[in-house]
C-alpha cells in the first residue's frame, strides 16, 4: 500500500535535474518503501547510496557530510536526523530548501535556507516556521517557483547593471572635465532630467524584460553576496567608458564658442547614449540584433517616450529655459547618433568574446 504518485512529479524531477538541483528523500518510513517510492519518482537511481537513521547515529559530523554526495534516500529518521542533514548539507556549503508538513519538521524548516510547508496538509506549527507556504502541496509549484526566482534574480542584476553603467558614465564625463580643464559638461538639472526622466523610465520598463530562456537548463550561477560581480562591473567599464569619451569629444567642439549649445548637445550624447545601452543590458551574452524588441513593449514604449521628451527638451521654450538648452541642428543630431552607438558597438564585441569563452 502506498499513496499514488501526483502525475506531474516525473516531468517536475527531469526539470529540476537539468537545472542542476538535487532533490533527496528524507523520511521516516521503512527503507524499502522509501527507496521503492523514490525510484518511481526518479529521486533514486541504480549506484545512489541509501542512508537510515541508526547508520546517522554511528556517524560523526564530518562522516556524514562526506555520505551526503551520493545519498539520495534518508529512511526511518527522526527530526534530529533530520536537522543534523540539514546542518551537513550547508557545511558542504549547498543551498537548502526543506519542505514539511508536521509538528516534528519545524526545527529542519528553520534551519534550511528555504523552509517550504504545505498549505493543506500542513500544521500550523510548520506554516510559521516555515519561509514559504505551498498552497496545493505540489511539488512542481516549488519547481516553478525556482525558475521564477531565478528569472527575478537575472532582472534586477539587469536593472542595476544599467543604472550603475549609466551613472557611471555620468560621473566619468564630469570627473574628466575636470581634469582636462574644461566647463562642467552638465548642469544640476540637466543631470536630475537624465536619472530621473531618461534613466527613471528605461529602468523600469527594462524591469519588465520576460524570463530568459534556458534558465533551468545547466548550472545556474550561485547568487554571491555582492549583486555586482566580476562581469557586471567588466561590462560597466565597458558602457561608461564610450559615454564619457564621446560625450566629451563632442563637447569639447563647442564650448569655446557656444556654451549653451555644447552643454546641449553634452545632454542630449548622454541622454542618447542612455537610449542605447538600455537595450544593451537585456541579455549577458545575446547580441541585441538576435532579440525580438517586440518581446517587451514596455521597453519600445518607454523608448519611444523618452525620445519624445528629450525633443522637448531642446524645443520647448519652458524646458529649454528649465535646463538651459538650446535647439539642435539635423546636421548635429547626426553626429550625436553615429558616436552615441558605439556603445552597442564595444558591447556587441564584448559580447562576441563572451560567447567563445574568451574573456
Known sequence: MNDALRPEVKEAMQRVRAADIRVV????????TAQAIAKEADIWREGDGVLIGEEIDKMSDDELA???ARTTVFARVTPDHKLRIIQAYRKRGEIVAMTGDGVNDAPSLVAADLGVAMGKIGTEVAKEASDIVLLNDNFASIVSATEEGRGIYKTIKKVVLYLFSTSTGEVLVIVGALVLGYPLPLLTAQIIWLNFVTDGLLDVALAMEPKEKGLMQGKFERPKKWIVDG???????????????GTLYLFKGYFENDLTKALTISLTTLAVFQWFNVWNCRSESKSIFQMNPFSNKFLVGATVIVIFLQFAALYTPFLQKILHTTPLSLSEWLIIIPVASSIILVEEIRKFFYRRKLI
Open 231 to 245: 562581469l557586471m562591473a567588466q561590462r560597466m567599464f565597458f558602457m561608461a567608458l564610450p559615454m564619457a569619451i
Open 25 to 32: 528523500m528524507i523520511t521516516g518510513d521503512h527503507i524499502l
Open 66 to 68: 562526506e555520505k551526503l
